[in-house]
């Protein structure tokens, strides 16, 4: 099984990885966890540049000059290499921060019924304040300037930017197989994923292959308004 996550920036992605590998991790299953913003890394470093410089604009910058120079699945395509090339495979990978329609695209042609994305979705004031509030010292300057520049830098993102290299993340999400909604408690986000990956895992283990459920093949699930006291869902997972 391979599930791609995708959505905006804190929007909950990272917290949604975590859930995944410990859901299959509790089945006995060995679980891989990757990322697109790693493969960005990876590159950065095979260019002589340290950690220590990475910022969300470099990391975008440098995104946006791999599809062009590789072609807009560049990122999809080095992780569907790298889990070819494991010898003994993962039962369970866990992708994380598709950004580009692409690469979903890559994802499915690479891996047929076995593969899922995921969206995970919260309103534009909620990943602000979570953008905000985890500040990550490779955070955009943008966004850690104020609540304005970080709904900038998300509507950028989710797609504000021109060109058909660039992040086109609200794309992604409605190509999404599922959709969880994740505005409420931690506790209601796992939840929700929980729900949507037992039936992309039942699915699987009927037929094999098929990738879709329900009348039109996605599910959408709200984790609004949990009860109060327990700790929010936020998003501290790949840029």
Request: glycine share 14%; charged share 35%.
């Amino acid at each position: 099984m391979v599930v791609g996550l995708t959505g905006a920036p804190g929007a909950g992605k990272g917290e949604a990885a975590r859930f995944l590998a410990a859901w299959g991790q509790a089945r006995g299953w060995r679980v891989a966890h990757l990322s697109f913003s790693d493969q960005i890394k990876e590159e950065l470093r095979s260019r002589g540049v340290e950690d220590g410089a990475f910022t969300r604009e470099l990391l975008t910058e440098t995104a946006t000059r791999m599809r062009e120079a590789e072609g807009p699945g560049v990122l999809a395509a080095r992780i569907v290499r790298r889990i070819r090339r494991e010898a003994a495979p993962a039962e369970m990978y866990i992708v994380e921060a598709i950004r580009h329609v692409r690469e979903i695209e890559t994802l499915r042609e690479a891996f047929g019924g076995r593969f899922a994305a995921l969206a995970v979705e919260a309103g534009e004031e909620v990943t602000a304040q979570r953008l905000l509030s985890r500040a990550r010292p490779d955070e955009s300057r943008e966004a850690l300037a104020g609540r304005e520049g970080a709904r900038r830098m998300v509507a950028r993102e989710m797609g504000g930017m021109k060109g058909e290299f660039a992040f086109n993340i609200a794309e992604c999400v409605r190509m999404a197989d599922g959709r969880v909604r994740n505005e409420g408690t931690l506790e209601e986000l796992r939840g929700a994923v929980a729900g949507w990956v037992e039936g992309v895992a039942e699915r699987l283990g009927a037929t094999g292959s098929d990738r879709r459920g329900g009348k039109d093949g996605r599910t959408e699930r709200n984790t609004k308004g949990g009860a109060s006291g327990r700790r929010p869902a936020a998003d501290d997972g790949c840029p």
